[in-house]
């Protein structure tokens, strides 16, 4: 059970280029989740993802997107990179709970993102 | 959007000795996390706990959420349980917001 996985780990790019993030969970959860985490602070939500085909902008959306075309699948995309989306991306699952609550969070190991 | 607030940022103990993070929240909310981030980044869920208290081994977390706080207690710490510790709330469906973390070292 290889839970949530994200890919690559590692990446270095130029300002102006353009990547995918790749993230794949196989627990069958419903929401799916990506953050950013900046030295010294905690996470702060980009994009979410709450079913399959479906999408939501977070607290810093601006700069990226993303995509849900299978439900373990969940990309998440920059156009154009710049300096500033420099930081550790992690990306997170959950199943939805009965009471449409999302529960338990399981987490990738996260991509280390360096742009130039 | 709601705030998140951790206390305290930093705190060093040794080992064997007890602690209590808090984390205060400016609204209501639907669901609660503590998170426990490792030395080399790895993120591991503690609790869900958008109410009540629980315990799972030498660590417990207690929400209030009509006073909107929540605890979590260490006992007996150990040098393994150093690293940052995390408060998450969900104020709907998905969307969370983040503390900024509570920095614990553990001396030998």
């Known amino acids: 059970n290889a839970g949530v996985t994200q890919t690559p780990k590692f990446r270095v790019l130029k300002t102006g280029q353009s990547m995918t993030l790749l993230c794949a969970q196989d627990?069958?959860?419903?929401?799916m989740y990506w953050y950013r985490q900046d030295p010294g602070m905690g996470l702060r939500l980009i994009h979410y993802?709450?079913?399959?085909?479906?999408?939501a902008k977070g607290e810093v959306p601006d700069g990226y997107n993303v995509s849900r075309l299978k439900k373990q699948n969940f990309l998440l995309g920059l156009e154009s990179a710049a300096p500033s989306q420099t930081s550790v991306y992690f990306c997170?699952?959950?199943?939805?709970?009965?009471?449409?609550?999302?529960?338990?969070?399981?987490f990738g190991s996260g991509t280390q993102l360096s742009v130039l | 959007g709601i705030q998140v607030e951790q206390s305290p940022p930093d705190l060093i103990l040794q080992e064997g000795a007890n602690s209590t993070l808090r984390c205060n929240f400016s609204?209501?909310?639907?669901?609660l996390q503590w998170f426990h981030q490792n030395p080399w980044g790895q993120l591991i869920n503690l609790f869900y706990i958008p109410s009540g208290t629980k315990q799972n081994g030498r660590l417990s977390a207690t929400t209030v959420a009509t006073e909107r706080y929540s605890l979590l207690y260490i006992s007996s710490s150990q040098t393994t349980d150093s690293g940052v510790y995390f408060c998450a709330v969900y104020t709907n469906a998905g969307k969370s917001t983040f503390g900024d973390g509570t920095t614990l070292t553990v001396k030998p």
């Open positions: 609204d209501s909310v639907n669901n």
């Open positions: 997170a699952s959950s199943i939805l709970g009965k009471d449409l609550r999302s529960e338990k969070l399981f």
């Open positions: 627990m069958n959860h419903e929401y």
């Open positions: 993802s709450v079913g399959e085909g479906t999408t």
